[in-house]
């Protein structure tokens, strides 16, 4: 079983800037495809950014160029630095990762969510 943990959500102001953690049990290097979701009540959660193991990423159109999504394979930590916050960023941040085993069987792994408010 793997386990996922966020932190680094809070309430910030239009325009400034969060970083986001996410650690893992194990080394973000053995996950196929990891990355960051968000949520918000009502609606369907939401691909924010993504990374391969080969280190390859792709952010959904409305962050391109704000957020950047990192890991720190000694820290068993992946990051989502976000900067110049909107209030439409706000939701709840999930992290994810991927794995496909030996078997071929896939495993999806989620954290608990941690809440990012933006204030206009």
């Known amino acids: 079983q793997v386990h996922l943990v966020e932190s680094g959500g809070g309430l910030v102001h239009a325009g400034g800037s969060l970083r986001l953690s996410c650690v893992a049990s194990r080394n973000f290097f053995s996950f196929n495809v990891f990355g960051w979701y968000r949520q918000v009540t009502g609606k369907q959660r939401e691909l924010v950014a993504i990374?391969?193991?080969?280190?390859?990423?792709n952010y959904v159109d409305s962050v391109k160029g704000r957020f950047t999504i990192s890991r720190d394979n000694a820290k068993n930590t992946m990051y989502l630095q976000m900067t110049t916050l909107k209030p439409e960023d706000t939701a709840v941040y999930y992290c994810n990762a991927d794995l496909i085993s030996s078997d071929a069987t896939r495993y999806v792994y989620w954290g608990q969510g941690t809440q990012v408010t933006v204030s206009s």
């Open positions: 990374c391969t193991r080969d280190g390859n990423t």
